[in-house]
C-alpha cells in the first residue's frame, strides 16, 4: 500500500508498478465554488478549497458530500479585470466529474477529474503594451 497524507489525513491507495497520474500536482489552497446537483435533482452552490491541481483534475475540500461520478463546475472568483487589459487568458470555470472521495471530520475531500485537461503553454511571449512615461 501507498500512504499520503493532506491535512493530517492518511490516505491508503494500492501502490502501483507505475504512476497513473500524467501531470504533478501543485499544493495551492485554491478558494472555490462547487455548482452540481443533488440527488434530486436541485441545484446547488457550494464554498469549498481545491487542495491541489494539476492539469488533469483537482482535490477538493467541501462541506456537502458529492456523489461518485457527479459531474461539477468548479468556479474560481476573481476580481473583475477592464477589457482593455492586455493579461494571459485564464481558466475561471472548470467542468469536472467526482472520480474518489472520502469523507472525514465534516467534510469531504474529493478527487475531481477535468473534462478538458488544462492546457500549459511554456514560452509563449506576453503581448506588450508600449511603456507610457508619467511626465
Not at 458529492?66 to 492586455?86: D, F, G, M
Not at 469523507?103 to 511571449?125: D, I
Request: net charge positive; aromatic share 6%; glycine share 4%.
Amino acid at each position: 500500500m501507498q500512504y499520503s497524507s493532506v491535512k493530517g489525513l492518511t490516505l491508503r491507495r494500492p501502490k502501483s508498478d507505475l504512476e497513473r497520474r500524467k501531470w504533478g500536482r501543485l499544493p495551492l489552497a485554491i478558494p472555490v465554488f462547487v455548482r452540481s446537483k443533488d440527488e434530486n435533482e436541485k441545484e446547488f452552490l457550494e464554498f469549498a478549497t481545491a487542495l491541489n491541481v494539476c492539469a488533469g483534475g483537482a482535490l477538493v475540500a467541501v462541506r456537502r458530500a458529492l456523489p461518485l461520478y457527479s459531474q461539477v463546475l468548479l468556479e474560481i472568483p476573481s476580481a473583475p479585470l477592464v477589457s482593455t487589459t492586455k493579461l494571459p487568458k485564464a481558466a475561471r470555470n472548470l467542468q469536472a466529474r467526482v472520480v474518489w472521495a472520502i469523507h472525514s471530520e465534516g467534510y469531504q475531500l474529493a478527487g475531481v477529474k477535468f473534462s478538458h485537461a488544462l492546457q500549459v503553454r511554456l514560452n509563449q511571449p506576453l503581448e506588450r503594451r508600449k511603456a507610457v512615461s508619467s511626465v
